[in-house]
């Protein structure tokens, strides 16, 4: 994925799509062809702290994705917010008009596929998958649940690497960025710009800083005519 570096994404800012991201479209490769597959999915952070940790889904057993040979590596692919920027948002826009973009947040996970069909490892991931959007399984019958267990199997994804882009207007001017953020809030789409005002408000002030300092030390350099 191309990623310019006023696009990159810190850590931080992953692993906080990592938690929240309620899907991801799982790539996997194989003799036949690319496979995608949008799974909902569980994160489960690295125990020591120092890695990305793993991603975890569960498919129906008749599903040949678990089944049909994988070459490489998986690619699990997470979206965070994302829109349609109007042009006219910016401030510049009344005497340079521009065009439109579209801003977006995602993370490419990769990393080996791993099968599990044990069935204590599925209750537990079944179980996490339930707590996280609130549906207590206690409610049904166990027999059900053993009949269910016996019909998926559990898909881990251990992250190995990541590619991380966060398309929010940081190369725009702090102007801009507000007018942005200010169209997004009337059109309704506030996760989108929530993340802008986190992420492309303060680098753009950074960014408007120190062009501002840079344009102050070169006017000192200037040098008055002689004579």
Known sequence: M??????AMT???????????ETAQLVT???????????PLTWRPDAAGEGLGSLVFHVTRVNPVWKEPHLGEALAILSGPDGYIDADWYASNA???G????????????GPLVVHDDAEWLRAAVWDMSDRFGYDTDKVDP?????????????????ARVEAKAKLNQNRTPADIAGAIAGLRSAGNAPLA???????VPHAEQRHALLADIRGRNLGQVRPPVG
């Not at 490769?29 to 799974?39: D, I, K, M, Y």
């Not at 065009?99 to 990769?110: I, M």
């Open 2 to 7: 191309y990623t310019p570096r006023h696009f």
């Open 11 to 21: 850590d931080e800012h992953v692993r906080s799509l990592l938690a929240t991201a």
């Open 29 to 39: 490769a194989h003799e036949t062809g690319p496979v995608a597959t949008l799974l």
């Open 95 to 97: 005497e340079a008009p």
């Open 99 to 110: 065009v439109p973009t579209w801003n977006y947040v995602t993370v490419h996970a990769y």
């Open 143 to 159: 027999d059900a649940i053993e009949r269910m267990l016996r019909a998926i199997v559990g898909i881990e994804l251990p992250i």
């Open 194 to 200: 929530d993340v802008m005002d986190e992420v492309s």
